[in-house]
């Protein structure tokens, strides 16, 4: 198993699900929005956790997607909140039900997206969040092409590796893998909407911000604005 939509789920028929969702109607406004669905990726220690922890205290409209992994938890990491720490036995099962949206192998464990929360959030107009690897975010763009997918860049290798070790959660194997992997994964950012360099956590969020506010402004996003501008008396 490396990567790959849940089992028996064609791309085709998860790109169905997102584009049935509905604009929500709010009491009197008429210009309320569907959620957007937003995939950030980084190297580990590319900062997207910093980054969106200081994203998700501006901005009470997100929701973090919850994610499985058989990766063992870190210290302080609880389950249900950080991850869904699950064995690879359960994975399995879980891709076998359908109940992944994405899901990849990445240095030797897997990670994926439960699928039931996800598209209950944006039908309730939540913005939601997927942090996810470079195999899950390629995975989301073909299932759902309007999503919203953001790059972090560290600003050069050598801040990447120090963010690394100084975070100090990894095994000195462990951070050589992930460096390793750092290399392919930052070709990745052609296939993303969006690069955003984490010089500093405050630049880098408030980039974000902006991106997020032009997106939602796009007019292929709004259904029929032009006549609910018209017919609103
Ligand atoms: P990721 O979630 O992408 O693996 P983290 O958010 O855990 O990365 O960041 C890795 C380390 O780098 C953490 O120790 C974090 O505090 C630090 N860090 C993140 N962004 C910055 C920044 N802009 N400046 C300095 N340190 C940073
Ligand atoms: P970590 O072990 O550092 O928490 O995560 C390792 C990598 O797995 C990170 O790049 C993280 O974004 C990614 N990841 C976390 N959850 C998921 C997921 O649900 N799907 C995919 N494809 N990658 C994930």
Redesign the pocket.
Known sequence: MESGAAGGTTAGNRAAAFQERKAPQGAGGILMKKGLLIVVS????????????ALFARNENLRLSVSATTRAPREGEQDGVHYHFITKEQFRQNIADGAMLEYAEYCENYYGTPKAPIQAWLEAGHDVVL?IEVQGGRQIKAAAPDCVSLF?L??SLE?LE???R????ETEAVIEKRLRAAEEEIRCVKDYDYAVV???????VSEIESILTAEKLRVSREENIAERILNHA
């Not at 100084?166 to 959660?169: V, Y």
């Not at 984490?198 to 880098?204: G, P, R």
Request: proline share 10%.
């Open positions: 980084s190297p580990s220690g590319g900062g997207k956790g910093t980054i969106l922890k942090e972090i560290p600003p801040v120090k963010r690394l100084g975070r100090g959660t984490n010089d500093t956590v405050e630049q880098a």
